[in-house]
């Protein structure tokens, strides 16, 4: 059975093959890439950051660089929480955390005038500020995944290639 966590990348271009000798070029290890034509975000699942926010985010800030596009670090280490870190160039952007628990909600960071710029369609600072800051959770028990799902919506990233890690795609035999 697979683990309810998981990580990705999540890079604003549709160059796949440019993403590809990034990922070569700084030697972040077994990777797997997905991108679809429809969609402008290239989704990168590097195996060492399933379980590591920190690697994920040495890894974003490696690619940012390189390429020199946004780069989310997206992780779901557990179902209750939710993080991504946004790297623009090599440098760190915004930063978020969403911790649920069965008597608390806590988040920190998220720069709403940063997410409106990423949004794919005009949002407005009351909708994101709302899915950074839900409120009370009735169910907490899957709230990392709700909230990858709800950035999905929010940058156009289709769920299948932000709510899914590494271990996902080589379960299924997908990505190159």
């Known amino acids: 059975m697979l683990s ?5 990348l999540q890079i604003l271009t549709q160059d796949a ?22 969609v402008k975000w290239v989704s990168v699942y590097p195996f060492l950051t399933e379980d590591d926010y920190g ?9 940012a660089g390189n390429l020199h596009v946004p780069v ?3 992780i779901v280490p557990r179902a209750s929480e939710f993080r991504y870190a946004l790297f ?10 969403l911790t649920a628990g069965p008597s608390s909600l806590a988040t920190t960071g998220g720069n709403i005038d940063l997410l409106l710029k ?7 600072k009351t909708a994101i500020r709302q899915i950074l800051q839900p409120g009370q959770l009735e169910n907490y028990d ?3 995944d709700r909230m990858a799902q709800q950035f999905g919506e929010l940058l156009a990233i ?6 899914t890690g590494y271990n996902h795609l080589k379960w299924a035999q997908a990505g190159r």
């Not at 309810?4 to 990705?8: G, P, R």
């Not at 623009?88 to 978020?96: A, G, K, R, S």
């Not at 990423?118 to 407005?124: M, P």
């Not at 289709?158 to 709510?163: E, H, I, K």
């Open 55 to 63: 690697y994920l985010k040495v890894i974003a800030e490696k690619i």
């Open 142 to 144: 899957r709230a990392g």
């Open 118 to 124: 990423l949004c794919a369609t005009k949002q407005s």
């Open 17 to 38: 093959e440019a993403v590809r000798h990034a990922i070569h070029v700084c030697d972040i290890g077994s990777a797997k890439v997905l991108a679809r034509p429809d």
């Open 4 to 8: 309810d966590s998981y990580s990705n």
């Open 88 to 97: 623009q160039n090599d440098h760190l952007q915004d930063e978020y955390h």
């Open 72 to 74: 989310f670090g997206f």
């Open 158 to 163: 289709p769920r299948a290639q932000l709510c």
